[in-house]
């Protein structure tokens, strides 16, 4: 099965910060990728699919690049509420695995 | 408003079973391929088991193939997760979710989430 990691498990940042996470496949996704963000108590909602195409409503802050075994999920400047921990996953096959999640805080 | 609301979470003891249920609206149910996805407490998250939109294609992560379930009623706009042989390491929140686009075939990223419901197996 095809192993997901992400880096880093969690980072703290400012206000207006760029931030970027990076999720790697243990084997080629093709454009099979997408994040999730999950705030606390809450399920997780779908951010971006396809490497980099966002879900309606989403703000155009957040940005998906990659192709294949590296990803990389960008928040172009850190806002209060994307407080939240985030989730890669593959999708291109069973199991449909998820990242172990990375971890966001305001500083 | 396009909706999952699970039900059926409860206390068991290591052993015993437990159906869930996930009630879908606002949506058409039969077109879309549905998804059980897990999360331990202080934990990340686990897909479970997938079926596809007509019910005849399901997929099992390895840790619950043999005593999990998953199916679905189109009647009744349900999804279900039958569990068995319940361990303690199957503690954690059930959510269900939709496939991110109506499809016949299983695409695997999910666009709709219930809220989720609490499975505690403890003796």
């Known amino acids: 099965d095809i192993q997901m990691t992400q880096s880093p498990s969690s980072l703290s940042a400012s206000e207006g910060d760029r931030v970027t996470i990076t999720c790697r496949a243990s084997?080629?996704?093709?454009?099979?990728l997408a994040w999730y963000q999950q705030k606390p108590g809450k399920p997780p909602k779908l951010l971006i699919y396809?490497?980099?195409t966002l879900q309606p409503g989403v703000p155009s802050r957040f940005s998906g690049s990659g192709y294949g075994t590296d990803f990389t999920l960008t928040i172009s400047s850190l806002q209060p509420e994307d407080v939240a921990t985030y989730y890669c996953q593959k999708y291109n096959s069973a199991p449909w695995t998820f990242g172990p999640g990375t971890k966001v805080e305001m500083k | 408003d396009v909706q999952l609301v699970e039900a059926g979470g409860g206390l068991v003891h290591p052993g015993e079973s437990l159906r869930l249920s996930c009630a879908a609206s606002?949506?058409?149910?039969?077109?879309?391929?549905m998804a059980w996805v897990r999360q331990a407490p202080g934990r990340g998250l686990e897909w479970l088991s997938y079926?596809?939109?007509?019910?005849?294609?399901?997929y099992y992560e390895d840790s619950v193939k043999g005593r999990f379930t998953i199916s679905r009623d189109s009647a009744k706009n349900s999804l279900f997760l039958q569990m068995t042989s319940l361990r303690d390491e199957d503690t954690a929140v059930y959510y269900c979710?939709?496939?991110?686009?109506?499809?016949?075939?299983?695409?695997?990223?999910?666009?709709?989430w219930g809220q989720g419901t609490t499975v505690i197996v403890s003796s």
């Open positions: 979710a939709r496939d991110y686009k109506r499809s016949n075939y299983l695409l695997g990223a999910f666009d709709v």
């Open positions: 606002g949506f058409s149910f039969d077109v879309y391929s």
């Open positions: 396809a490497i980099s």
């Open positions: 079926i596809s939109s007509s019910g005849r294609t399901t």
């Open positions: 084997q080629g996704v093709s454009d099979y």
